[in-house]
């Protein structure tokens, strides 16, 4: 029995059926859109889901590494707002000192990067200082960052300047070989997040914290400053997203963002991690991710069913994808 | 006890396999009413596959379940539960947030459309006053110690009118005195007519409670006795199939130079100013009471809990605050709760291995074959014995568990190493391979704190002998002074309650 033991598992393995599950399902939907709508695999088309997906794409890698080790944040759609009225804000008010420039954009970025940074940080000193769940910590923040983008719109629309928007334009709409921005760095995020997940002490410290925390600080890691840094770099990659989004619209509002911790929790169960924690999968994130706008693009295109829908159509999935991972785990 | 009687619950020819394994051979077995049949054999031997058919938790592969000479009629536990077949398990099966109580009438409510609580609650009192146990009706589990939590789960067996009841190793969490209760039940029950499977790696219990004994070994029947057959150096031969020689290790250790100095220290709420050294080569023994605050000691050394007090490594004054300031001190904790606390069930043995060592192999990107080649290191010097590498540690026997966490532990090469219960639910054989471990540890100059509730342990093992009781040191013996007599005196706090109490501590 032992001698089995002794030999170091070789070979290529195939991944089980819970990682096949979501990439088959993706799979289908990119077959049944292709069926339904010619225009469907036009490189218009791919890059526009593609470039919509990115926005909570990113912010779903970093929601995989807050739910593997255990945590949940629902403030990331309204934080999201709130670091872009903020980042407009800021630009508008240092226009007249720098001027129209891309030091100015910098600026502007640096200030949604550090304002992500904080708004995390937040979250995860009362999740890991003060020892409240959570659940109750986000979704109070949830609120606050809503209302206050809401109270710096005053309750209208925050717009960037007009000759600034030109320039940041290209951000979301232009690219590198023919492939948008946003595209491209939601693929390194989604690169940068595997390879954290997998090969990296931070990934399996997540994994081990979501797995039994009790363990885990028996075994000489730091529980809480592993929790901090999920929520402080979830906190970053928000900030990264709005900065890939503010130039789509050049604007900012109550609604900015709406929902999107929800679709971004939703990619990340879709994807397969156990949203007990202990179990993170970052490329099942990502293909969560496709999954849900892919729904989306198919239910506008094929004009089936009424758009009205795609709620019901992306929650039935969501349930679903619970119910298999259920089935295995029972198995 | 009549053999002729007829059985209650019997197997008959039953093979049972995981894929392409199997790890039943072939099993004959019976319970009969008014007797208790002891089922022994070591960690991984077949018995809890046994309790879990003869429970209804899972299906044979083959072979009959027989309920009074019928096909056993449940394929549950629930179902089960309701034939008179009660399973008691080791992890208990009580929902914490409720009290005692509403766990015992769960599912069978008094009352029609509201509940009758003062029923329920007088019910409950009766149960409990007929187990002697001070549990009140209304405590929630969450607030009860492991001990009181078994008390109640026999509680809920007997309000079930069980009529064959299978214990998993009962008496693992409990004190002495809890043991004794147990025991009076046990013969209460048999009494009865209720007939009783029990299971226990501690020996002179099946001596003392068994009417027939079976001894499994790689899950087959390998000798069946009635009681008085077989002495307990009969069944430990017949379960690990050799002769076992003294289990514990020549004591030959020549403490060296003083490796730790404890002076006043304290870990509230419970612990309360001691003092201690601790030698090279030297393996310390703490003995006391569950609750008497070994853990709490041992969990404030290495900056599990809040301590306070002064403590000196190679002369220096050290402070430590965390595990990890513990693993830079060259300390190390083994927990008593490796399920819980040890190891991370639903992990490979790679990821569990190397989790708290996890630096050392690799940044910033970790090398899975460093951590493979530590494995396979570990696989071999800690004898672990896995079906498959990369299988779930929950899978694995708890013999093999413990070895992993004891391989886990020493990956970071501790100068000093606290054990705490090194052998708890552990077969005899897998324990007299950890406590060559331990020998061996010492033998290389690292010292070694034992924290056991097992007395022969304690002094099979020790070269010193620290006693706790209530929080404080009780005393302290070394050498030809470390007696049974004289560490169960120590424990008790009087002479003459020792005296009743001689063996488990």
Known sequence: ?331 | MNTEAAPVLELRDVRKSFGPIEILHGIDFALRAGEVHALIGENGAGKSTIMKILGGFIEPTSGEVLLDGRPAPYDSGAEAEAAGVVVIHQEFNLAPDLTVSENIWLGRELGRVFLDHRAMRAGTQALLDQLDSHVRPDARIRDLPVSDRQMVEIAKALARKARVLIMDEPSAVLTNREVEVLFRQIDRLRAQGVALLYTSHRLEEVTRLADRITVLRDGAVVRRAMRGELTEDGMATAMVGRDLQDIYPAKRHHAGELALEVRGFSVPPLVEDVSFTLKRGEVLGISGLVGSGRTELAEGLVGLRPASGDMRRGGVRVRIHSVREAAAHGMAYLTEDRKERGLLLDKTLRENLTLSTLPRFGAPFLSTEREEAALTRAIADFDIRAPRRDMRVGNLSGGNQQKLLLAKTLLSDPEIVIIDEPTRGIDVGTKSQIYAFIDALAAKGKSVIVISSDMPEILGLSDRVLVMRHGRLAGELAGERISETAVVRLVMGTAEEAAREPTHV
């Open chain 1, 1 to 331: 029995m032992s001698d089995a033991a002794l030999r170091p598992a070789t070979g290529f393995r195939l991944p089980g059926l819970s990682a096949l599950g979501p990439l088959l399902a993706l799979i289908l939907l990119v077959v049944l859109g292709a069926f339904l709508n010619d225009n469907f695999l036009s490189q218009g088309n791919v890059t526009n889901v593609l470039a919509r997906s990115a926005f909570i794409g990113m912010i779903a890698v970093g929601m995989t590494f807050v739910i593997t080790s255990g945590g949940l944040d629902l403030s990331v759609g309204s934080m999201a707002a709130f670091i872009a009225g903020v980042m407009i804000l800021a630009m508008n008010a240092l226009l007249p000192a720098m001027g129209v420039g891309v030091p100015l954009i910098l600026v502007g970025m640096a200030i949604a990067l550090g304002a992500g940074l904080l708004a995390g940080l937040g979250n995860g000193l009362l999740v890991t200082k003060a020892h409240i769940e959570p659940f109750i910590v986000t979704l109070g923040t949830m609120g606050i960052f809503r209302s206050l983008v809401t109270w710096l719109a005053d309750g209208g629309t925050i717009s960037l300047d007009f000759a600034v928007r030109q320039l940041y334009r290209p951000v979301y709409y232009s690219g590198l070989f023919g492939i948008a921005w946003p595209i491209l760095v939601f693929a390194l995020v989604a690169i940068a997040g595997q390879v954290a997940m997998r090969h990296t002490r931070f990934g399996r410290y997540c994994e081990a914290i979501g797995s039994n925390d009790k363990v885990a600080l028996y075994s000489a890691v730091n529980v809480d400053r592993i929790r901090l840094l999920t929520y402080v770099l979830l906190g970053l990659l928000v900030g990264l997203a709005t900065i890939m989004y503010v130039p789509r619209l050049g604007s900012a509002s109550g609604s900015t963002g709406m929902l999107w911790e929800l679709e971004a929790i939703a990619a990340v169960i879709i994807g397969g991690t156990a949203l007990k924690g202990g179990y993170g999968r970052v490329w099942g994130t990502v293909v969560g991710v496709l999954i849900l706008s892919l729904i989306d693009n198919i239910l506008i295109l094929a004009d089936l069913v009424s758009p009205y829908l795609n709620g019901t159509i992306q929650g039935v999935i969501i349930v679903l994808a619970v119910v298999l991972q259920r089935r295995k785990t029972a198995a």
